[in-house]
């Protein structure tokens, strides 16, 4: 089995990042990762080539289902009731506010898997070796895999120096470094989290980030292939958009 992640820049302007895990059945290990991907295209094809013909899951930080054309979906509104209080809240996904940033990304890759053999299917199936696609969004993810009682603050945000930012990149790099002892277990190289990040900005520190972002993506891909829905729960639906968010034991 593969799990992809991906976190999808809001515009194919800008880049975005994919990685790529594989499971021997004992642990996971990081076997392929970009942070310079382009267009749709560019995306579905890298996916495409790596994932295993015997199954691979594909998480995506995007909204993937958006039929509301103004406010919010009711999972955003779901996922900001319950996880606002950690600074984890959505984002209003609508059509009309992503087609400021060039059109539906989410919505036109998840079509392009689609014609490969993807499939959107809730609810999950533990271990089910088949091609599917996961809207996730990491924040809460972090919140409850990490047991945080607020988000990691690593983004750029007014009033976050890079002296800041960076302070949160050591915690998420530990924090992924720990990994190697979760279940299910994931093994990562060092040049991924113990990547010295004082003194990187700008476009650097961005596509780093996206790369730790995407290398999570795939991550709770596997976390809710591995555990199924007895730790994985699905706010929305197939009709109106969803979010996966993997919960403790």
Known sequence: ?????????????????????????ARAILAAWRDDLTDDLDIAAWMMTRADEKGAWVAIDAPLIVVNKTG??????????????????????????????GGLRGERLAQLLEEGGFT???????????????EVYPHPAMVTLF??????????????????????????????????????PLLLPAEITERQVEGLGGQALKRYEDLLDAVFCAYIALYCWFWGPARCRAFGDLANGYIIVPLPG
């Open 1 to 25: 089995m593969h799990f992809l992640g991906v976190d999808l820049a809001w515009s194919p302007r800008n880049t975005s990042a994919g990685a790529m895990l594989s499971w021997d059945g």
């Open 72 to 101: 919010a979906r009711p999972c955003d509104r779901d996922i900001t009731r319950l996880f606002g209080r950690y600074h984890a809240g959505a984002h209003p996904a609508n059509r009309g506010n992503l087609q400021r940033y």
């Open 120 to 134: 959107h299917a809730l609810p999950i199936e533990q271990r089910s070796e088949t091609r599917r696609i996961l």
């Open 147 to 184: 047991g945080l009682d607020r988000i990691l603050r690593y983004k750029s945000r007014p009033g976050r120096t890079y002296e800041m930012r960076w302070a949160e990149f050591h915690r998420y790099q530990m924090y992924l470094r720990a990994l190697v002892d979760g279940k299910p």
